[in-house]
């Protein structure tokens, strides 16, 4: 069974740092398009940011662009979002997904796989 496990969530005040890894087992997800998705209290979910089958094509949401950076290391089977600057409306849940498609996309209908969430909480 796929299944995609988030880690690396955590408290830190504004302007600080964190990387959230994205671990997958069972079955590769090396032919897919992997993305990071948010969801804060009370809001919907919200598209982050989304890298391609092979890690050529990034894509970040704008209120993310310049602090947020998406990658993946198909050895390890592994994505990251590296998040600078980091400030306390980017307080959420933080999912990591595959999608069904081998380039990058926005939509949470287009990611069939889900990880269970890791909380980052930024602190002003």
């Known amino acids: 069974q796929r299944q995609l496990v988030e880690s690396g969530g955590g408290l830190v005040q504004a302007g600080g740092s964190l990387r959230l890894s994205c671990v997958a087992s069972?079955?590769?997800?090396?032919?897919?398009?992997m993305g990071w998705f948010r969801q804060a209290p009370g809001k919907e979910r919200e598209f982050v940011a989304g890298?391609?089958?092979?890690?050529?094509?990034?894509y970040n949401a704008e209120f993310v662009k310049g602090r947020f950076t998406i990658s993946r290391e198909g050895a390890k089977n592994t994505v990251y979002l590296q998040m600078n600057s980091l400030k306390p409306e980017d307080t959420a849940v933080y999912y990591c997904a595959a999608s069904d498609s081998m380039i990058v996309v926005t939509r949470d209908r287009d990611y069939d796989y889900w990880g269970q969430g890791t909380q980052v909480t930024v602190s002003s």
């Open positions: 890298i391609s089958w092979r890690g050529g094509s990034t």
């Open positions: 069972g079955r590769t997800f090396s032919h897919r398009a």
